[in-house]
């Protein structure tokens, strides 16, 4: 099947399951959670905010359940009556807007153990409805689309949005408003890298168009998540490619970023969330790495390669997980010296 029909299939198939569930929260006078990753980024964020807004157009109160605060850079999209921060994920009964949670959805992500503390809240419904494109083996149903050709999550909403639409006899923007619009955009300009890697389809391009015409704005997309930069961020993401060593012929690019770089620099982790595509796009290198502490006592690694290393695999051996490409995972109980000396040889193995 094409891949296009195949789209169209299955966003057909989502689109349904979310009128039907929005319909059962209607009638048990509830609401719905929309959960997403821990390290929010646009995609999560923007396939989150696409689909409660989806869902309050349905007729139903629905929030997203964020496992953290939204970074700077995305309050430009103007979401945040949209997001919902639960301080006691381990109560009971979670409502919102005073209508307790009785269905939820998940986006850019498919189990609970990736949402942080919200994954308390998650575990607890067995038919959570899905949309994520990263690779599982497991945990598919009928009420999960998991499509790893897709670019993003947000590619993959906007596909269900349109075929609702369809579905409603309805003009597209009576589902899908501006304003959720530019969330989607966001995405799949985040993951895409402003289509530039290999997860860019013609399919992707063609939902990016759509977008723009609703109202999706990239180029204010590109501006707040790529371009702008804070003098933090600046300093601290030039020291940390200064830093960098090569490794394997000059295949593998690394660096780390301690507590006290962070400190020093006055900067966060979102700060230096460009450095690993940067060493990545240095002539030669097929791998970059870069190694953060994290203040709770574990490192976190991103991963992205080039052309052939597979970063997924090889953060599925510290549990991790991500994509072919773009990849991480979070080691606990060991200094970063060492992981770093580990990864260095593991990696080099390989490549
Ligand atoms: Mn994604």
């Not at 995305?74 to 921060?85: K, N, Q, R, S, W």
């Not at 301080?87 to 949670?101: N, Q």
């Not at 895409?192 to 990239?218: C, P, Q, V, W």
């Not at 690394?254 to 700060?271: H, L, N």
Request: net charge negative.
């Amino acid at each position: 099947m094409q891949v296009k029909e195949l789209y169209a299939d299955e966003a057909l198939r989502i689109g349904s399951v979310m009128l039907e569930m929005s319909e059962e929260v209607k009638e048990a006078d509830g609401s719905i959670l929309v959960f997403l990753h821990k390290s929010v980024d646009g995609d999560c964020v923007g396939s989150a905010c696409a689909a409660v807004s989806m869902l309050k157009n349905m007729g139903v109160p629905a929030k997203v359940a964020m496992p953290e605060k939204l970074p700077d850079n995305m309050a430009f999209l103007g979401v945040d009556d949209l997001l919902e921060y639960i301080a006691d994920p381990s109560a009971e009964e979670i409502t919102i807007d005073g209508k307790k949670v009785v269905k939820v959805m998940s986006v850019d992500c498919t189990e609970g153990s990736r949402m942080g503390d919200m994954g308390q809240i998650y575990d607890r419904f067995e038919d959570a409805v899905t949309v994520d494109h990263h690779e599982v083996t497991e945990l598919r149903n009928d009420r999960k689309w998991i499509e790893p050709q897709a670019s993003s999550a947000c590619e993959m909403m906007f596909y269900v949005a349109k075929q609702t639409a369809e579905m409603l006899a309805c003009d597209i923007r009576e589902v899908l408003d501006k304003r959720a619009a530019m969330c989607l955009i966001a995405g799949i300009v985040t993951d895409t890298g402003r289509f530039t890697y290999t997860n860019t389809r013609s399919e992707t391009l063609e939902a990016a168009g759509e977008l723009m015409d609703l109202g999706g704005d990239i180029m204010a997309v590109c501006h707040n998540l790529f371009d702008k930069k804070t003098p933090q961020e600046f300093r601290i993401s030039s020291q940390a490619c200064l830093n960098t060593e090569f490794f394997a012929d000059g295949k593998l690019a690394i660096t780390t970023v301690s507590e006290q770089m962070f400190s020093d620099f006055g900067a966060t982790k979102d700060d230096i969330g460009d450095v690993v595509s940067r060493l990545r796009d240095v002539e030669g290198v097929e791998l970059a790495v870069v190694l953060r502490e994290t203040g709770e006592g574990s490192v976190r690694a991103n991963l992205r390669s080039k052309t052939s290393f597979d970063c997924s695999e090889f953060a599925g051996r510290f549990d991790g997980g991500g994509h072919k490409r773009a990849a991480g995972f979070t080691v606990s109980g060991k200094a970063m010296a060492d992981l770093k000396d580990q990864v260095v040889k593991e990696a080099s193995e390989l490549l």
